[in-house]
C-alpha cells in the first residue's frame, strides 16, 4: 500500500531529516485520480482517460478558484484537494 501524499512528506522528512517541497500535487488518488496541482504556476492541470484505460494531460489547465472546477473534480476531491493545499501553505 502506497502513503498518502502527505503522509509521505512527513516519513521522507523523519527519514532524511530535511523538509521536502513538492513541485506538484496529486488530485486524487488510484482509480479516481482526476490531475495534479502545479505549485510552480497556481495551476490546476486536469488528465482524462483513454479508452484504454490510461490517463493524458488534456489542455484543460485552469486556476484552482475556476468555478469550472465544480463540475470536473468529484466535490470530495476538490476539498480534499484545498484543504491539502492550506496545509502545504502553513510549513
Do not use: C, H
Not at 482526476?34 to 492541470?45: A, E, F, H, L, P
Not at 482517460?49 to 470536473?72: R, V
Request: charged fraction near 25%.
Amino acid at each position: 500500500p502506497s502513503l498518502e501524499p502527505l503522509e509521505l512528506l512527513d516519513t521522507i522528512e523523519k527519514t532524511l531529516g530535511v523538509q521536502p517541497v513538492p513541485m506538484t500535487w496529486p488530485i486524487g488518488s488510484g482509480d479516481l485520480f482526476q490531475g495534479i496541482y502545479d505549485m510552480s504556476t497556481n495551476k490546476v492541470i486536469l488528465f482524462t482517460k483513454e479508452k484504454s484505460g490510461g490517463k493524458k494531460a488534456s489542455s484543460n489547465i485552469l486556476e484552482l478558484d475556476d468555478p469550472q472546477l465544480e463540475s470536473l473534480i468529484p466535490a470530495d476531491i476538490l476539498a480534499a484537494l484545498r484543504e491539502e493545499l492550506q496545509i502545504l501553505a502553513e510549513i
